[in-house]
């Protein structure tokens, strides 16, 4: 079982709208939860690391939330863009001696003008 | 260029073939993670560098997989025999010093195994 499960896998709205994207995780104890956005074609790029006494961060239009008690994380995009079509990945890093991440398969975004 | 660079772009090999994969980190970091990317899929951890040396490479999914990083910057994914299998997307990843920083990936390598 996936450590890391985001939804929906996929999610189609209408630009200029606003949407969530959720991340559940069952890694523990852990250092830093991130989320990350993929072109098409590219590697991965970060949009905001939280520690586990991090409720939000925020960056720019994006607005990660956590809540370490139940395991949940949302990735809020706000005013959304063609441009913010893309996969979004949450990433577990465990703390202790291992630091292998966790990527959950990633939630497929598409923008629609 | 200051991001990580990886080549080639794509490679298609006939099943058995041997491959090299490169990986150019950015100037002066010191971490190398390498990653595969099935389709779909999210990316799953293969091997990790702190300079030269070579950490953890618990996540080479067999004894074909061999990575190095001899003077503490490039690095090379080879893959011996390669079986169907491995056709996925390699990615590589870099951070400055620790290995929990931010990772700093490249654009990956898109392996085809016919």
């Known amino acids: 079982k996936n450590q890391v499960e985001q939804s929906p896998q996929s999610l189609i709205i209408l630009e200029g709208k606003n949407c969530t994207l959720q991340?559940?995780?069952?890694?523990?104890?852990?250092?830093?939860l991130r989320w990350y956005k993929q072109d098409t074609g590219r590697g991965p790029v970060s949009l905001t690391i939280m520690t586990f006494s991090e409720n939000t961060k925020s960056n720019g239009r994006y607005t990660a939330t956590l809540d370490a008690d139940t395991k949940q994380s949302s990735l809020h995009i706000t005013a959304s863009q063609l441009s913010d079509s893309a996969s979004y990945i949450c990433?577990?890093?465990?703390?202790?001696?291992?630091?292998?991440?966790?990527f959950g398969r990633g939630t497929s975004l598409i923008v629609h003008p | 260029g200051a991001g990580v660079s990886q080549s080639p772009r794509y490679k298609v090999a006939k099943r058995g073939q041997d491959v090299a994969l490169r990986c150019d980190p950015i100037?002066?970091?010191?971490?190398l993670f390498w990653y595969q990317q099935a389709l779909g899929q999210g990316p799953e951890f293969l091997t990790y560098?702190?300079?030269?040396?070579?950490?953890?490479k618990s996540g080479l999914p067999s004894d074909r997989f061999f990575a190095e990083r001899p003077e503490g910057s490039v690095s090379t994914l080879k893959i011996q025999r390669t079986q169907q299998e491995d056709s996925a997307v390699y990615l590589c990843?870099?951070?400055?010093?620790?290995?929990?920083?931010?990772?700093?990936f490249g654009p990956g390598t898109r392996l085809l195994v016919l």
């Open positions: 990433v577990v890093i465990p703390s202790g001696g291992s630091y292998i991440p966790t």
């Open positions: 560098f702190q300079n030269e040396a070579q950490l953890d």
């Open positions: 991340c559940n995780y069952t890694v523990s104890p852990f250092s830093n």
């Open positions: 100037s002066g970091h010191v971490s």
């Open positions: 990843a870099s951070s400055l010093h620790h290995k929990q920083e931010t990772q700093y």
